[in-house]
């Protein structure tokens, strides 16, 4: 870390400390802390500072992501109490280069297993992105449970908790016989490393709504459709000597991967995309992040309950791709664009185009609290359009650098360039 962040943490750990208080009995604060290490409470004001240095922790490069919000939070309440009412330096400074030695010096690395409701695939192990999805057989199911009980028997004094804990999951994996695992490696505390894979998670699982075809009603989706709906998953993170189990919700439109899927998805350039998520955010192009960006929309469109909800994510897809930058989303850009992706023929273009800018003036009315309503045939048209245009963007990735330069080409295009 350097220097002037860590002088940047004291001041600041100096300031709340000198706002700190002794807890009332019936004196309302948005913070309070009792603990081993000493009891404070913090003003509105003091707690105002109390965010801005944990966003401060957060930012550190190293730290992020290692660390979730609630793991940052607590060794610096310990601080705090620790510190006082009448904090020095003398006080301050060996306890923050513990904090950041320690901090600097995390290197668990966890292993995350997700189950996904609703997902099989014929293949005993598939790598997408940084997950790599396994069907849960019973040879994995046994290997799973087996090196949770060695973790657990592997402490000096065994918690009985966890060794009942251990039973009770062991019973809990022989409900997913059959289902998919998705598998995440990361050095990482639990909690961050589980907020992490459910994100890797949640991004291999964009890729797949690309292959997950359109119900026949919308009964059907309003049934099936919603990564977000209640459907129990059972998450346990295991590293050397440690233990720990998670619930989250998450479910998954009925899909199976099979070998014509796993075709399609090669011949699309799925597996190059998922080669994209493997990259750190910096190492992408702008074009590269972009095409990511488009895809979770549409995927998120996927997952919506309500047509309007699913209208309007659809809609965002395509602005993703066609917004020029520094510009607030403009109606003709975006049914220009979507004109010259899905169309040769001029004729066939200012049809899209006509019916793109009419939806657009749909949306603009959901987003405004409007009055105009979508009908079945106005989804069935945004959906198919925006799959197709990010297929499109899929296939054509390695043309542009920027969304800037897809822009550019589409302008050309438009004036009758090759």
């Known amino acids: 870390m350097h220097p002037r962040k860590k002088e940047e943490i004291v001041q600041r750990l100096v300031k709340i400390a000198c706002q700190a208080e002794i807890p009332e009995l019936g004196k309302s604060r948005p913070k309070t802390y009792h603990g081993e290490d000493g009891i404070f409470a913090l003003s509105k004001a003091a707690y105002g500072d109390y965010i801005e240095l944990v966003r401060t922790c957060i930012k550190e490069e190293d730290w992020g992501p290692k660390f979730s919000e609630h793991y940052i939070r607590t060794a610096l309440d310990r601080i ?3 510190i006082g009412q009448q904090p020095t330096r003398a006080a301050i400074d060996p306890l923050v280069d513990q904090f950041i030695s320690e901090l600097n010096a995390y290197s668990d690395e966890l292993a995350v297993y997700i189950a996904i409701h609703d997902l099989s695939m014929e293949v005993e192990s598939l790598e997408i992105g940084n997950i790599i999805l396994r069907k849960a057989t019973d040879e994995f199911l046994e290997r799973l449970a087996g090196r949770m009980d060695s973790i657990i028997h592997a402490s000096e004094k065994p918690d009985p908790a966890k060794k009942s804990l251990g039973n009770l999951e062991r019973k809990r994996f022989t409900r997913h016989k ?9 050095v990482a505390e639990q909690k961050r490393a589980v907020e992490r894979a459910v994100a890797e998670c949640r991004r291999v699982l964009d890729l797949l709504w690309l292959f997950v075809n359109f119900p026949d009603s919308r009964a059907a989706s ?14 346990s993170v295991l590293c050397e000597n440690k233990f720990y189990a998670f619930n989250s919700r998450r479910r998954f439109l009925p899909f199976h991967i099979r070998g014509d899927v796993l ?8 597996f190059e995309v998922s080669d994209l998520l493997k990259k750190p955010d910096r190492m992408l ?11 979770h929309w549409y995927a998120a469109a996927r997952a919506q309950t309500e047509s309007d909800n699913e209208f309007l994510n659809l809609v965002v897809c395509l602005e993703t791709f066609f917004t020029p930058e520094n510009k607030d989303p403009i109606a003709p850009s975006i049914a220009e664009g979507v004109a010259i992706v899905l169309a040769q023929e001029a004729s066939v273009r200012l049809g899209i185009k006509k019916t793109v800018k009419d939806l657009y003036g749909i949306r603009s009315g959901i987003s405004h609290g409007g009055r105009k309503a979508v009908t079945d045939s106005d989804l069935t048209w945004l959906r198919e359009a ?9 296939k054509n990735r390695k043309q542009f650098n920027s969304r800037q330069q897809l822009c550019d080409w589409i302008e050309l295009k438009r004036l009758g360039g090759a």
């Open 285 to 295: 192009t702008d074009f590269e992040k972009t095409l990511i960006r488009g895809i």
């Open 178 to 186: 059959g289902r998919v695992f998705a598998e995440y490696h990361v």
């Open 263 to 270: 075709g399609e998805m090669r011949e699309m350039g799925i």
């Open 386 to 394: 925006a799959l197709y245009v990010t297929e499109w963007m899929i």
């Open 222 to 235: 309003r049934f099936h459709i919603s990564i977000e709906e209640i459907g129990e998953i059972n998450m």
């Open 80 to 82: 705090l109490a620790k």
